[in-house]
């Protein structure tokens, strides 16, 4: 199963189609977690099954993004899945065990051949449903620290996390979706919810260097 939230601004459309065409030549289930009010419209434009969150960040965002939490719901539900970034090309995927997995994406202007490695982000994981025991977030994807808190999150649990070394997913330049200010509150709610301390910076750095230091490459 393929877990996204895609976004119903018609800014990023053309990526999206192209990423779920992708995602279909791996022949399994693929599911987009959005708000009531925006489904509608998806329905009409993407050929995928949709399912309501519980919560979304509305109060934090003013638009209806969805919480990492809210997809670990599907997984418990499913046994298993890959969560994704909705505009994230997959080229291939590793043999998936019992492991969580976690992938950084290579990222293009005009060819996928000519794609450079995204070293600060992670854009899609593969878990099982006993991964999935974990705190809810106010963190939503499309938004930022989302993607450190789900592998802080793990460890903190005592699971250990694989990385492959192959290129396996690929994303297209586009202009960035979110603002500096919601970074900065995305990695305070992030320091909240995990314990870590320090500037909004700081977080994030050691976030990072927490998270690529006890990654086991497959």
Request: charged share 30%; glycine share 6%.
């Amino acid at each position: 199963m393929i877990i996204t939230s895609l976004a119903p601004s018609h800014k990023n459309k053309e990526n999206q189609l192209k990423a779920i065409e992708s995602w279909k030549k791996h022949d399994t289930k693929i599911i987009s977690v959005n708000h009531i009010s925006e489904i509608k419209q998806l329905e009409k434009e993407y050929n995928v099954e949709f399912i309501e969150p519980e919560k979304t960040g509305f109060d934090l965002f003013r638009k209806h993004y969805v919480p990492a939490s809210e997809l670990l719901k599907v997984i418990k539900k499913e046994g298993s899945g890959l969560i994704i970034n909705s505009d994230i090309i997959i080229k291939d995927l590793p043999k998936f065990g019992d492991n969580p997995i976690i992938f950084n994406r290579y990222d293009f202007t005009d060819s996928m051949d000519r794609a450079a490695f995204f070293r600060s982000g992670f854009d899609a994981f593969y878990l099982k449903a006993e991964h999935c025991d974990l705190p809810e977030t106010r963190l939503c994807l499309g938004q930022c620290h989302w993607d450190y808190w789900l592998p802080i999150m793990l460890m903190q649990k005592g699971f250990k996390i694989e990385k492959s070394v192959k290129p396996h997913i690929y994303h297209k330049k586009h202009e960035l979706q979110y603002s500096m200010f919601n970074w900065k509150l995305t990695a305070k709610i992030f320091g909240d919810e995990t314990g870590i301390k320090g500037s909004e910076q700081s977080i994030s750095h050691k976030a990072f260097s927490h998270i690529t230091g006890r990654l086991i490459n497959i």
